[in-house]
């Protein structure tokens, strides 16, 4: 007697489809279609919404398109359906520091240290997670745990080595910084076999510039120290640097980065001259000015600014290059910048280039502020702009280290979590003695900040109109 054909199981062709269409997402994930990952896990979690994995991957692309309060979401239903999940519980964690709730995020990574600390990836999550909250010493120890249990990550060190260094010990954080060389998302050290000492030496030096146009700016400074130990000293940079560098004490030759190098005896790094040359929070070399200003094109700078007559003349910045891996934490909308016109008589007048000028554009009314774009081809004409003003107010990006490079007064709005170059809680910097720090008291909060700013500022302007009337 033949049988009757088996009924398929309504529930097991479900799981089925739902990890078919898994499987579709995380490759639509790992292939950076972010948009389709997010379509297809959702579609999992309609088959089967208790699916953990899915609402974890879903919750690591919406955090990938900074869609944190929906990543939260997806974090907080995954850990109804297993509280001790420590790829949760790590996911949640960043997800919540991204957003500013470092107490919260804390307490995710706290949890998942009680579930399994032998996770050397969460551990390390989670000394990120205390080096923003500012909890450096507790950071240092968590990355030290980390090593230990993957020694084979090379972000942990280089982590540890930016936690040295934001709280001032240069000791251990130069040589830590090198780690920089094996990071995934870096090139490879140059000449390995030709690196400079930092002894004195017959013949000529290479230095090349790297990272951002900022850290040239701030760490050419080296050229006049160094050009004392050895013949000649070769500067290789990015394009929009040589004329201005050009002109830097100790610097025999600027090489634009693509073209051809001379001949040369030995090979530095810009950022390794601090290690070799052991520099600590008091010894930085912080002479200003170190960055030469054309006398012609500071004169057009002058004509082109005429106009603006007595009044105070402020320059301003809200953004840093948009690649930059803490943009979105450094960089701010325009709109903040019109607080500074409750300051009477002042001139506000933009520095800034790029896509973001576009923002300006696009507020309304960009015709309160002065639009130097057109006028500024390269950071020669900047320099020359920035001379001309009574002060720059701006964002942590390349304009604030020429600036304090020139030796104009320079206020710098820092995020809770700074750059390492910044230091903590401190007001001033050893490396610009003009500059002047203004932190954020909570993450994400610039209101504050610029309450602090205007205040200063009315100070500045008052002194401005007394002398002017003077």
């Known amino acids: 007697m033949a049988k009757e054909p088996t009924k398929p199981n309504p529930r097991e062709e ?15 994930q790992n292939d950076g279609n972010t948009e389709l990952a997010i379509e297809r896990y959702n579609k999992v979690l309609n088959i089967a919404p208790g699916y953990i994995s899915a609402l974890n991957n879903l919750g690591v692309s919406l955090r990938k398109l900074n869609k944190l309060d929906q990543a939260i979401a997806c974090y ?34 706290r949890r998942a240290m009680e579930a399994d600390p032998s996770d050397a990836g969460m551990v390390y999550n989670f000394g990120i997670t205390l080096k923003d909250a500012g909890l450096i010493d507790e950071s240092i120890e968590v990355f030290k745990l980390a090593q230990k249990l993957n020694p084979d990550l090379p972000d942990i060190g280089w982590d540890m080595a930016l936690s040295y260094l934001v ?46 146009y ?47 190098l001379p001949d040369f005896d030995a090979f530095m790094p810009l950022l390794s001259l601090p290690r070799v040359l052991k520099t600590t929070p008091d010894t930085i070399p912080a002479n200003v000015p ?47 910048f019109l607080e500074l016109l409750r300051v009477p008589n002042l001139a506000l007048i933009s520095l800034q280039k790029g896509e973001r000028v576009a923002e300006m554009n696009a507020s309304g ?59 903590l809680e401190r007001s001033d910097s050893p490396w610009y003695p003009t500059m002047r720090l203004f932190r954020q008291r909570e993450p994400r909060r610039w209101d504050g900040v610029f309450r602090d700013v205007v205040a200063a500022l009315r100070e500045v302007a008052d002194v401005h109109v007394r002398k002017a009337n003077g």
């Open 14 to 28: 479900a799981t089925k489809r739902a990890k078919a269409m898994f499987a579709e997402a995380v490759r639509a």
């Open 76 to 109: 907080r239903r995954a850990l109804e359906r297993d509280p001790r999940n420590v790829q949760t519980l790590s996911n949640f964690g960043n997800a919540l520091k991204d957003a500013g709730r470092h107490a919260e995020s804390l307490d995710m990574f």
């Open 167 to 212: 709280k001032g010990d240069f000791e251990r954080g130069w040589p830590a910084y090198e780690t920089r060389w094996v990071l995934n998302y870096t090139p490879d050290l140059r000449f390995p076999d030709r690196q400079w000492d930092g002894k004195p030496m017959k013949g000529t030096l290479l230095l090349a510039t790297e990272q951002g």
């Open 214 to 260: 900022g850290d040239a700016i701030q760490f050419v400074r080296y050229a006049p120290i160094v050009r004392a130990m050895v013949d000649r000293v070769v500067l290789e940079c990015r394009e929009g640097l040589e004329t201005i560098f050009s002109g830097v004490e100790g610097i025999d030759e600027v090489i634009v980065r693509g073209n051809r």
């Open 290 to 336: 170190y960055l030469p200003i054309d006398p012609e094109r500071q004169q057009r700078a002058r004509q082109i600014l005429a106009p603006l007559g007595k009044r105070l003349k402020v320059g301003i910045v809200w953004g840093g290059s948009p690649g930059h891996r803490n943009d979105a934490n450094r960089s701010l909308a325009f709109e903040n």
């Open 365 to 423: 009314c960009g015709a309160l502020v002065s639009n130097l774009d057109p006028v500024i081809n390269d950071f020669a004409d900047t320099a020359a702009f920035a001379a001309e003003l009574d002060l720059v107010i701006m964002c942590d990006s390349s304009v604030a280290h020429l600036a304090g490079a020139i030796g104009k007064p320079v206020w710098v709005l820092l995020p809770f979590s700074p750059d390492w170059r910044w230091l």
